[in-house]
């Protein structure tokens, strides 16, 4: 027993240790630097009042200023290394992976449960993990670890980290509107049966429960639904896929209980699945859409999200016993076995996408060299098919400019260029862009660069900016 306990605890510390290496690994090469990750980076590094204008309530600025925090502290005392900032941002962003998962692996929580947890918790990530999408994350994170604090009692006995817990995810995500609710009947049935201080799990419940009507609020407020185009046939065909896969790799585990070697096989294939779409050139579309389905999946890891606040519930022996039962009958080694599987799914996902965002970056700044100006992305070969070149294509139109005014901050010393999508569309606001430009500028004419006079009066609707040896020369712009 004493050796068997050991065992699982060095696993545990092997495991930290792999979480830890390849989210770091992930921020440094860019991972984040993505989508909605590209936007909140370069906007909050140029304005640290800034927030997402498209749904401007409390709710939009509460969720995405924790993880945005160091971005626009740098912005303000070191306003030319964006690439500090952009690595912050990843360290931020991953480590609401990074301390869930560490929480419950190091957690007193028995084998069954912790693996479902870890299970359950990773698989929600494996896209999210690729999109910075700060208010998921943040909610799933808040709520997996609320959830391990109320299943181990020993991690939080006064309730004091739940209180705070409670208070943050009330302006995350909108599905806390809902497991919110659920963690509150948890949080209330756990106290009913004398488990902890009435007290301190009333003022637990009344915190969780803020965030129902805060979220109604700002729902029916917001000038745009959140939720608007999320729904389409392959975003339950993701779910599908994962909850189907889920259950084949726990009844083979449970098969192959006492094959130690077939176990550890199913565990290799995990982590090389994902690994070989990095040797298969023919796959280079897969990879593409690994990313792209990270903003539609979202909605698989809400209902995780919700799974995962029903946990107290469901495990609270004085309401049900099935659960337990269930557990009980796939035993704890097909579980554990289950969850190293999907670490190493994560392990594989991670390498595989931090390999694909530090190439495509890599190429990206050399190709963006070559640009000054207000251009159109039509420009630029690599920009518009980067799958051309073998490299997956990470771009978003509205990112364009984010993308190429963080190169331009990154290389003072090159000409600056704010590069547009072929239909204009832009997160970033055209008075950001002018300024932007005209302060670039500004700047290379102090530095004493050639340029001629580009400034904000030059429109990206009707002309672009062309390279040249010493500095910029207008040009008519294709209209597409």
Known sequence: M?????????????HAVLIVFVLVVS?????????????????SF????????????????????????PVRLIGIFFPSHIEIATIAYGITTYSQIALPLIITITSKLNVATKSLIITLFVSATIFLANFAATE???????????????????????????LAI?????????????????????????????????????ALVAVLLIALPFQLI??????????????????????????????????????????????????????AIPISLLFIPDLIGLRTRQFRFAYPSRIYSAGITVVIATLPILLNHDLFLWPSRVMDWFGRRPLRDLSFAMLAGFYGVSIVASSDAYLYR????????LHAGFESVSNCAFCSQPTKFGLPDLSHPPDWPA????????????PPVVMFSQDGSSNVSRETIDAFMAHQVARRKRDGADVQDVGPSASPATTDLSSSKHGFTKAPMRRQ
């Not at 004493?2 to 092997?14: A, P, S, V, Y």
């Not at 140029?46 to 925090?69: H, I, K, M, N, S």
Request: charged fraction near 20%; hydrophobic fraction near 50%.
């Open 136 to 162: 998921l994350l943040f909610a799933l994170s808040l709520t997996t670890l609320f959830v391990v604090y109320s299943l181990d009692a020993a991690l939080d006995p006064r309730s004091f980290r739940r």
């Open 46 to 69: 140029l304005d640290p009042f800034w927030y997402p204008g498209d749904q401007e309530t409390p709710r939009r600025f509460f969720a995405v200023v924790w993880t945005t925090a």
């Open 2 to 14: 004493i050796l068997r306990k050991c065992r699982i605890e060095d696993d545990g510390t092997i």
């Open 403 to 414: 993308y190429s005014m963080a190169h331009t901050l990154k290389h003072p010393e090159l």
């Open 362 to 369: 890599a190429r990206l700044e050399k190709e963006l060299s």
């Open 166 to 202: 409670g208070f943050f995810l009330a302006a995350s995500y909108e599905v806390v509107a809902l497991s919110n609710v659920i963690l509150a009947i948890g949080t209330y049935a756990s106290a009913r049966h004398g488990k902890g201080s009435m007290k301190n799990r009333g």
């Open 27 to 43: 921020a440094l090469a860019g991972r984040q630097f993505f989508m909605d990750g590209t936007n909140f980076i370069v906007q």
């Open 218 to 271: 700002c729902h029916f407020s917001e000038p745009t639904v959140p939720s608007e185009g999320v729904f389409h046939w392959f975003v339950f065909a993701i779910g599908g896929v994962f909850i189907t896969g889920l259950l084949v790799a726990a009844l083979s585990f449970k098969l192959l209980e006492r094959r130690s070697f077939l176990r550890t096989v199913v565990v290799f294939v995990a982590f």
